[in-house]
T-cell receptor, first 111, second 113 residues
Framework: DQQVKQNSPSLSVQEGRISILNCDYT??????FLWYKKYPAEGPTFLIS?????DKNEDGRFTVFLNKSAKHLSLHIVPSQPGDSAVYFC??????????FGTGTSLTVIP | DAGVIQSPRHEVTEMGQEVTLRCKPI?????LFWYRQTMMRGLELLIY????????DSGMPEDRFSAKMPNASFSTLKIQPSEPRDSAVYFC???????????FGEGSRLTVL
């Protein structure tokens, strides 16, 4: 059973606008959350992370928000750029150092 | 600095053949992970090692799959015999446990005919 879920397989956004990617998880023991970006024919690359003791982490155009009570996190990209078009994976880390990934959201930023 | 290195990048084989995928983690990393990417399940954890020891192989789909890590710089994922439903992209990733970030290889695309 999927412990990390990304319910939107795809998202299209106009260049310059905000992109919001969502992720839900089921295990309250997860202590670290990450977002990865993946281009075709490449491996996923780390984008941004957040510890379970925080509710927000910002890095340039990218901000991750964590709502522990709702078991929900989101990635905001502002402003969106065409180069941001990729598949974004949400991941959660368990106590045993396992990393669980969602199914991914394909973001298309339209110029 | 060299990242995680996987080989082969592409493998096409016939059903019933043995397939071996290889991975060299980043030097100094003490955790190694094998993932499989499918449309339905996204990045699915197959097995992971800490300090060369398999910790959790509950994601390995069947006995046809096996993984080894004979030393800190090399791991293999073997499928024997392979089946068409094994066709997917297989990723290896490594991390230094305390930092928590995973670094992925470029993947091995397996096609079983």
């Amino acid at each position: 059973d999927q412990q990390v879920k990304q319910n939107s397989p795809s998202l299209s956004v106009q260049e310059g606008r905000i992109s919001i990617l969502n992720c839900d998880y089921t295990n309250s023991m997860f202590d670290y959350f990450l977002w990865y970006k993946k281009y075709p024919a490449e491996g996923p690359t780390f984008l941004i992370s957040i510890s379970s003791i925080k509710d927000k982490n910002e890095d340039g155009r990218f901000t991750v928000f964590l709502n522990k009570s709702a078991k929900h996190l989101s990635l905001h990209i502002v402003p969106s750029q065409p180069g941001d078009s990729a598949v974004y994976f949400c991941a959660a880390k368990g106590r045993g150092n396992q990393f669980y990934f969602g199914t991914g959201t394909s973001l298309t930023v339209i110029p | 600095d060299a990242g995680v290195i996987q080989s082969p990048r592409h493998e096409v084989t016939e059903m019933g053949q043995e397939v071996t995928l290889r991975c060299k983690p980043i030097s100094g990393h003490n955790s190694l992970f094998w993932y499989r990417q499918t449309m339905m399940r996204g990045l699915e954890l197959l097995i992971y090692f800490n300090n060369n020891v398999p910790i959790d192989d509950s994601g390995m789909p069947e006995d046809r799959f096996s993984a080894k890590m004979p030393n800190a710089s090399f791991s293999t994922l073997k499928i024997q015999p392979s089946e068409p439903r094994d066709s997917a992209v297989y990723f290896c990733a490594s991390s230094f446990r305390r930092t928590g970030e995973l670094f992925f290889g470029e993947g091995s695309r397996l096609t079983v005919l």
